[in-house]
């Protein structure tokens, strides 16, 4: 599909009015914002509908954001970015009649229901699909567009073919983040808060478990990694050299991520990518100066590099020494004196920086590090100013401020803060005229004896005429000229604008005073500025009707549905016989023996499917259907790609995100027979949702391990081998049991998928036995036991638990001891725990 040549949107990230104002004067094409609820229109905890809790603006203010953001050429996109609850969907509603109302140029939407009750209520509002969707691929891409999409934000884990791949097969309009901190989870399947601070990063709590060390355990055995202890930390991205390559794919917006930094970081970043765009669009090489790359690194950066987007390499997206802003390494250490600390230098420095000793926290478990302003340095026992890199100097500090026993020989030194890099940032910052313009092209009409008038045409066509009352009147001396006009009409300084073209229509010849002159121009400008600015004109309607749901019917015995992840656990099953099993196996190809076995016994076979598809991995859905069994649908992308499957049966999984009725009925009407509710659900809440949509629709995990991480990078690849990926690994995750060790003492076992992404889950499982009468009372009938790393025997004492309290053998109490028992670790409600203060709602809205 052949795409058209578009030059890219610069998109800049905006925490609060100091970073609007920076990334409008550097360049920002679009910015990207929270706004917090109006009253009596937010989530259940109080929060507004988008992922940055504590930053944003409020709605009071957003019709005026807008009209700012228009005069100057800018669009304001807002984040509605969270998977939303059934209770919270009125509120919801109001919400986007709000925003749609004030004139928001596009939401970025997480949650499919959501973004299709936004095109409902306001067809004409774009909606793009947040990288929180976990697109990977065209399919993926169109499956969002199903939903009233019109751009999608890829995932930040493809290549630069990968993206070119995706828009060689959609026209959707495509997204890509060019620049800030990596996830080390595809965005949208981390459960890691969920699992160990009941608070998920799907509605924009996340904790950040990804930024703690980790011991790593291998065949159960510590693994010494020297100073890579935080092994889930990636680096940040920096793809300000890729941007010509994304250009040339046709790319439609390069994002900044970082709507928690400041305003310097958010100008330097617009500045550097709004001059890359600029020279790759002109066919120009880029001209970044090795001064903005390293500011770019000095205003906040965890380590710079373009990661997964110029490939596939295990062995630098995660380097593992630290997890926070670093800045600039300047130097290394020599030594300690009495009076400061012996350095050798590789960049200038000068009193004033901020310095840290990085002695990675593997030496310093409490966290803490050394360092502070630099008072002075000495060479030779003599204060000096100019520095010179490779010499070593005498770094002092304030008294107090460094306690050398902490400083050792061979630790980096950083510069945390420069205090030039604030002069260089000021201009954009602290502007109290236009820094950045947009071109308006103008044309003069004047004919003597007529009234003369100005045409000014902005960037999107948008034109507004300005006309003085009186006709133009003979000259007696110099007449107009194009020449005189030029330079009148281009004084546009303080407007926002700059003349990019200059039309003339005289004659005969005529005489206008200076001040008729800027007058016309004052008026052109002040015309054309109020017409940018303009809320535009929206049909919006109210689509949700609110009704009680229905009581449910319960029918049937309950069915035990059970996952297993190795040949072993699947002897187990077998021999328990339960309803039907599911294979998730490491190397899929080797499923077609298991998937015969299990038909062999008249037993119902599922094969699962891996939750990311990219686009070379498309092969596999036609490997999934041949093997004629049922598939577990993990990706938008895959369901798409199945929409005409045939007789297969597919099972919708919890990583489709389906947390309300909206969501859950628009998969199901996609062909699935059952779906199981995100993993963001309580006990409670999945009760709720059975009757919205009905609990035979609905399969329900009642003993699984929580997939806390589901990550591109490789812990495999990158501590168990030297290779960069999986073709020169040797395929450790096939010989090794790999888990990760937290600071609690807990494990969390790490497997690989066919994709070579790994998946870390939660040590303890999860289990729903409190919760089970509630369910089934509810009618849910089919319940899913998940296996992770559990021996054949656990998985057959699992199943006969969850059977013996089916046929009231046992009760709750005692398959909590049981489960509990079999479990080294014990088990946890996680997800599922209910807090006391979680009542029902008499009434739940449905469409």
């Known amino acids: 599909m052949l795409r058209p040549r578009i030059k890219p949107e610069v998109m800049s990230p905006v925490g609060g009015f100091p970073q609007l104002k920076a990334a409008v004067e550097a360049g920002a094409d679009a910015v990207f914002f929270g706004v917090n609820p109006v009253r009596g229109a937010g989530r259940a905890d109080g929060a507004g509908f988008h992922a940055r809790a504590k930053v944003g603006f409020d709605m009071e203010a957003l019709p005026e954001i807008m009209r700012g953001l228009h005069a100057r050429g800018v669009q304001g996109f807002v984040t509605f970015n969270v998977l939303v609850f059934d209770r919270e969907l009125r509120d919801a509603e109001r919400q986007l009649m709000a925003l749609a109302e004030a004139g928001v140029d596009a939401l970025i939407v ?70 800030g901190a990596l996830c080390v989870s595809y965005s949208g399947q981390c459960f890691s808060s969920e699992a160990w601070g009941g608070r998920s990063a799907n509605r924009g709590q996340c904790a950040q478990a990804c930024r703690l060390p980790y011991d790593l355990l291998v065949d159960g055995e510590y693994r010494d990694l020297g100073d890579a202890r935080y092994l889930l930390s990636p680096g940040d991205l920096y793809a300000l050299h890729q941007v010509p390559e994304l250009v040339r794919i046709g790319v439609n917006c390069l994002k900044i991520e970082g709507r928690y930094k400041d305003a310097e970081f958010v100008a330097l970043t617009t500045a550097a990518y709004r001059q890359a765009v600029d020279e790759a669009w002109a066919g120009q090489p880029l001209s970044i100066t090795p001064q903005q790359e390293q500011d770019l690194e000095q205003v906040y950066s965890r380590g710079l590099a373009p990661h997964f987007m110029a490939g596939t390499n295990h062995q630098t997206v995660v380097r593992g020494r630290a997890p926070r802003h670093r800045g600039v390494r300047v130097g290394t250490v020599r030594g300690v004196t009495e009076r400061g600390v012996l350095a050798e230098l590789s960049e200038p420095l000068k009193p004033g920086d901020g310095l840290v000793f990085d002695p990675a926290n593997w030496r310093a478990p409490e966290g803490r590090e050394e360092g502070g302003f630099l008072y002075g340095l000495w060479h030779n026992g003599q204060q000096v100013g100019d520095v010179r890199a490779g010499g070593v100097y005498e770094l002092r500090f304030g008294r107090g401020a460094v306690d050398g026993s902490r400083v050792r020989v061979g630790d980096p030194v950083w510069r945390t803060h420069d205090p030039g890099l604030n002069a260089r940032v000021k201009p954009l910052i602290e502007a109290s005229d236009p820094v950045y313009t947009r071109p308006v092209s103008a044309r003069f009409v004047g004919h003597v004896g007529q009234p003369p008038q100005l045409t000014l045409t902005d960037e999107a066509g948008r034109s507004f005429t300005a006309r003085l009352p009186e006709p133009l009147s003979p000259a007696r001396n110099r007449a107009l000229d194009e020449a005189n006009l030029r330079e009148q009409l281009g004084k546009l300084g303080g407007t926002g604008y700059h003349l990019s073209d200059l039309k003339v229509d005289l004659r005969g010849e005529g005489f206008l005073p200076v001040s008729a002159l800027n007058g016309l121009r004052r008026e052109g400008v002040d015309g054309l500025t109020a017409l940018r600015a303009q809320t535009p004109s929206r049909r919006i309607e109210r689509v949700l009707d609110v009704v009680a749901a229905d009581s449910p019917t319960v029918q049937g015995e309950p069915r035990l549905h059970v996952l297993v992840r190795t040949p072993e656990q699947l002897d187990a099953a077998l021999a328990e016989a339960p309803d039907s099993i599911t294979l998730d196996y490491l190397e899929l190809y080797g499923l077609k023996p298991s998937v015969e076995r299990v038909k062999a016994t008249g037993i119902d076979v599922r094969v699962a499917s891996p939750r990311i ?163 089934l009372a509810a009618g849910l009938r089919n319940l899913r036991l998940e296996f992770v790393h559990e021996s054949p025997e656990t998985v057959r004492e699992v199943i006969r638990a969850h059977r013996a309290f089916l046929n009231a053998a046992i009760g709750t109490p005692e398959l909590e001891v049981i489960l509990s028992g079999l479990s080294d670790g014990g088990t946890t409600e996680g997800s599922l725990f209910v807090p006391h203060d979680f009542g029902m709602l008499d009434a739940l809205p449905v469409v």
């Open 110 to 179: 997480q949650d499919h229901g959501v973004a299709r009750l936004a095109h409902q209520i306001c067809p004409d509002l774009p909606i793009h699909g947040s990288t929180q969707m976990s697109i990977t691929s065209a399919e993926g891409a169109e499956h969002a567009r199903r939903f009233g999409a019109s751009r999608v934000v890829l995932g930040r884990e493809l290549s630069l073919r990968d993206i070119e791949r995706i828009a060689a097969q959609t026209d959707i309009e495509l997204e890509t983040f060019v620049h």
């Open 613 to 775: 598809l990219k686009p070379t991995e498309q092969n596999l859905q036609k490997f999934l259907l041949s093997l004629e069994a049922g598939i577990l649908v993990r990706s938008g992308g895959l369901l798409e790609g199945l929409q005409n499957a045939g007789q297969t049966e597919l099972t919708g999984d919890f990583s489709l995100n389906a947390a309300n009725v909206l969501t859950a009925r628009a998969l199901l009407n996609l062909g699935l027979d059952r779906l199981t509710p995100t993993h963001d659900l309580n006990a409670q809440q999945i009760t709720e949702l059975a009757g919205l949509v009905g609990p035979e629709r609905l399969e329900v995990i009642a003993y699984g391990h929580l997939p806390v991480f589901h990550t591109e990078h490789c812990v495999f690849c990158r501590f168990l081998s030297d290779g960069t990926d999986y073709t020169n690994c040797g395929h450790p995750c096939e010989s090794h049991r790999v888990a990760l060790r937290d600071e609690r003492g807990r494990t969390h076992p790490v497997m690989a998928d066919v994709g070579c992404r790994n998946t870390v889950f939660e040590g303890r499982p999860q289990i729903a036995a409190p919760h089970l009468k509630d369910w």
